[in-house]
């Protein structure tokens, strides 16, 4: 007994499971085709946070701004070592002078 789907090369085993599982891949399919879309929709978001994140970290660390600041901490710190070091040469001769005296 020739049936219409073995003319085809279909055999009606490979038909039935077909039928039985057709529902649970089309179901898998448009759970797949949903998680692709949120996750478009879920990269889109994070872009549009790490841009956001990024202008508020230029805006509040413009190292441009704080350049001269830190040149000026810096001769102000060589400044002091300077002075530090007179004022330690000037104790050193103040204590030689009391000494000898």
């Given at each position: 007994?020739?049936?219409?789907?073995?003319?085809?090369?279909?055999?009606?085993?490979?038909?039935?499971?077909?039928?039985?599982?057709?529902?649970?891949?089309?179901n898998?399919?448009?759970?797949?085709?949903?998680?692709?879309?949120?996750?478009?929709?879920?990269?889109?978001?994070?872009?549009?946070?790490?841009?956001?994140?990024?202008?508020?970290?230029?805006?509040?660390f413009?190292?441009?701004?704080?350049?001269?600041q830190?040149?000026?901490?810096?001769?102000?710190?060589?400044?002091?070592?300077?002075?530090?070091?007179?004022?330690?040469?000037?104790?050193?001769?103040?204590?030689?002078?009391?000494?000898?005296?």
């Amino acid at each position: 007994m020739s049936d219409n789907s073995e003319v085809q090369g279909i055999h009606p085993v490979e038909l039935s499971v077909y039928s039985l599982v057709s529902s649970d891949l089309d179901n898998l399919y448009q759970a797949i085709n949903e998680l692709r879309e949120s996750q478009a929709l879920l990269i889109l978001k994070l872009r549009t946070v790490r841009d956001s994140l990024r202008l508020e970290n230029e805006l509040l660390f413009d190292s441009n701004e704080y350049k001269a600041q830190f040149k000026e901490v810096n001769n102000l710190q060589k400044r002091l070592q300077k002075i530090t070091l007179r004022l330690k040469d000037l104790e050193r001769r103040s204590s030689q002078l009391t000494t000898s005296s």
